[in-house]
Nanobody, 115 residues
Framework: QVQLVESGGGLVQPGGSLRLSCAASGRILRFNRMGWYRQAPGKQRELVASITSAGATNSADSAKGRFTISRDNAKNTVYLQMNSLKPEDTAVYYC?????????WGKGTLVTVSS
């Protein structure tokens, strides 16, 4: 079993920055992919960015140039540095871990971008 705990969400003004963290615990395999997804009210959950344990990254067009995903394998933690935030980035941000055929989700952290 794997548990994921997100932190770092909150209220920020447009143009501001936030750093999200997701700590994984439990039976973590050496090879896995961790990522951030978000779901805005009335919309489907969508990928923001992901990173494998080898460091390969993938990100949505909306995140490129503004958001950076990174991870600390020793701590089983993934980070999402979000800069130049826009009101349309407002959403609940979820952490996901995939290993073998299994996928695990965190409970989410709310990011609100508003003046």
């Amino acid at each position: 079993q794997v548990q994921l705990v997100e932190s770092g969400g909150g209220l920020v003004q447009p143009g501001g920055s936030l750093r999200l963290s997701c700590a994984a615990s439990g039976r973590i395999l050496r090879f896995n992919r961790m990522g951030w997804y978000r779901q805005a009210p009335g919309k489907q959950r969508e990928l923001v960015a992901s990173i494998t344990s080898a460091g390969a990254t993938n990100s949505a067009d909306s995140a490129k140039g503004r958001f950076t995903i990174s991870r600390d394998n020793a701590k089983n933690t993934v980070y999402l540095q979000m800069n130049s935030l826009k009101p349309e980035d407002t959403a609940v941000y979820y952490c996901k871990l995939e290993q073998t055929t299994m996928a695990y989700w965190g409970k989410g952290t709310l990011v609100t971008v508003s003046s």
